[in-house]
T-cell receptor, first 113, second 113 residues
């Protein structure tokens, strides 16, 4: 158990809908990352937050947004869903911005039908 | 900018045989290097990392990786694999100044009995 909790574990939704994925980082970790893992593109970095503020942005679509709340949990919002958004979405956390270990959650499986 | 290349998407190997999973990176500055493992239906786990010091780093389950700055490589090796090593392995690089972790596309290691 990495200490990073993601909910829901599995989600099936229709095209055009909107979903929210939730992540609770390890206790004390200030930095949260979101990744998308799909069969064709592998693991892709989406976005990073540090202590409530956006720190780095990767290949995140405009239809996607995220935020980190004062209690440090984070949410990834996916809207106008398309079939190609079906993937495993990982959240990861790290203590701070130094070279500490990054810990991954078990992921949220999103299937868009 | 930084990038990671894992040339082999799948590596089949017989049980008790040696294995090498290749990882090359590019970066204009000093980096931290990581290998993560993802077992079926689980999240990513840190296998080993190079931050500084000795260029040969080892994990508790017999894997090792050597940082080669001149060849910009961080190949993962194990002298004798077990069935339980069947998993997907991700190489990752982190820019020491920017703190964005970039992952390779992963290598699926299939250990054949």
């Amino acid at each position: 158990d990495s200490g990073v909790t993601q909910t829901p574990k599995h989600l099936i939704t229709a095209t055009g809908q909107r979903v929210t994925l939730r992540c609770s980082p390890r206790s004390g970790d200030l930095s949260v990352y979101w990744y998308q893992q799909s069969l064709d593109q592998g693991l892709q970095f989406l976005i990073q937050y540090y202590n409530g503020e956006e720190r780095a942005k990767g290949n995140i679509l405009e239809r996607f947004s995220a935020q980190q709340f004062p209690d440090l949990h984070s949410e990834l919002n996916l809207s106008s869903l398309e079939l190609g958004d079906s993937a495993l979405y990982f959240c990861a956390s790290k203590l701070d911005l130094s070279g500490n270990t990054i810990y991954f959650g078990e992921g949220s499986w999103l299937t868009v039908v | 900018a930084q990038s990671v290349t894992q040339l082999d998407s799948q590596v089949p190997v017989f049980e008790e045989a040696p294995v090498e999973l290749r990882c090359n990176y590019s970066s204009s500055v000093s980096v931290y290097l990581f290998w993560y493992v993802q077992y079926p239906n689980q999240g990513l786990q840190l296998l080993l990392k190079y931050l500084s010091g000795s260029t040969l780093v080892k994990s508790i389950n017999g894997f090792e990786a050597e940082f080669n700055k001149s060849q910009t490589s961080f190949h993962l090796r194990k002298p004798s694999v077990h069935i339980s090593d069947t998993a997907e392995y991700f190489c990752a690089v982190s820019d020491q100044g920017y703190q964005k972790v970039t992952f390779g596309t992963g290598t699926k290691l299939q250990v054949i009995p």
